[in-house]
């Protein structure tokens, strides 16, 4: 009886909330006559722990899944699989062919080609091609492409605008250095020089 009772309100629970959203989206409409629009796509109202592919109107705190493509608003876990795409994301990544965050990264990204916009958390990219806008972090690959370094670059290639940190690799260059090359070592200490 009593598990009867608790189904019985569960159901009234969740149909009081059903009737109420409808009510509310009701309410919500325009009295005038409707001008057809593209409506735009709804995001999910709860992130998902397991995400496959491309899903880009959900948030995915957990496992994504990019056989062999995904996209995404936010990215909380793991991201595997060829080519991953996200505005946000924190944690690990690991995608063979691309790791792409257009805004800010907060972990590790590791494949061929990985970009980002801001890692000014804590970031580490390693990979054939990295690049970022700018990193607190560490970058290792052949190429390693930054705005502003502050951390460390190791690399066939190192090429940053500023830096407060290392580089170590065959080319570096710190165009903002009062030595912006040196072979094997470069050291960026550009915000001693400002003060």
Same mark, same amino acid.
């Given at each position: $009886?009593?598990?009867?009772?608790?189904? *019985?309100?569960?159901? &009234? $629970?969740?149909?009081?909330?059903?009737?109420?959203?409808?009510? %509310?989206?009701?309410?919500?409409?325009? @009295?005038?006559?409707?001008?057809?629009?593209?409506?735009? *796509?709804?995001?999910?109202?709860?992130?998902?722990? #397991?995400?496959?592919?491309?899903?880009?109107?959900?948030?995915?705190?957990?496992?994504?899944?990019?056989?062999?493509?995904?996209? +995404?608003?936010? =990215?909380?876990?793991?991201?595997?699989?060829?080519?991953?795409?996200?505005?946000?994301?924190?944690?690990?990544?690991?995608?063979? #062919?691309?790791? %792409?965050?257009?805004?800010?990264? *907060?972990?590790? !990204?590791? /494949?061929?080609?990985? +970009?980002?916009?801001?890692?000014?958390?804590?970031? =580490?990219?390693?990979?054939?091609?990295?690049?970022?806008? +700018?990193? +607190?972090? =560490?970058?290792?690959?052949? =190429?390693?492409? @930054?705005?502003? #370094?502050? /951390?460390?670059?190791? /690399?066939?290639?190192?090429?940053?605008?500023? @830096?407060? /940190?290392?580089?170590?690799?065959?080319?570096? &260059?710190?165009?903002?250095? !009062? $030595?912006?090359?040196?072979?094997? #070592?470069?050291?960026?200490?550009?915000?001693? *020089?400002?003060?």
């Amino acid at each position: $009886m009593k598990k009867l009772l608790l189904a *019985a309100c569960a159901i &009234a $629970m969740c149909a009081s909330v059903y009737a109420q959203d409808k009510k %509310d989206k009701k309410d919500a409409a325009p @009295a005038q006559t409707p001008v057809v629009q593209e409506a735009p *796509a709804e995001k999910a109202t709860w992130p998902v722990p #397991v995400a496959l592919n491309s899903t880009k109107n959900i948030d995915v705190v957990g496992i994504r899944f990019t056989l062999p493509y995904g996209d +995404s608003e936010h =990215v909380t876990g793991f991201d595997l699989g060829l080519f991953g795409r996200c505005r946000y994301f924190e944690g690990f990544q690991l995608n063979l #062919v691309r790791n %792409d965050v257009k805004d800010i990264l *907060a972990g590790v !990204q590791i /494949g061929l080609y990985n +970009s980002a916009g801001r890692a000014d958390l804590c970031g =580490v990219q390693i990979g054939l091609w990295n690049e970022v806008g +700018s990193i +607190s972090g =560490v970058q290792v690959g052949l =190429v390693n492409l @930054a705005e502003s #370094v502050y /951390g460390l670059q190791v /690399g066939v290639i190192n090429r940053t605008e500023t @830096a407060y /940190g290392f580089q170590v690799g065959g080319v570096n &260059a710190i165009r903002d250095s !009062q $030595m912006p090359f040196l072979p094997l #070592v470069n050291i960026g200490l550009d915000q001693f *020089a400002r003060y």
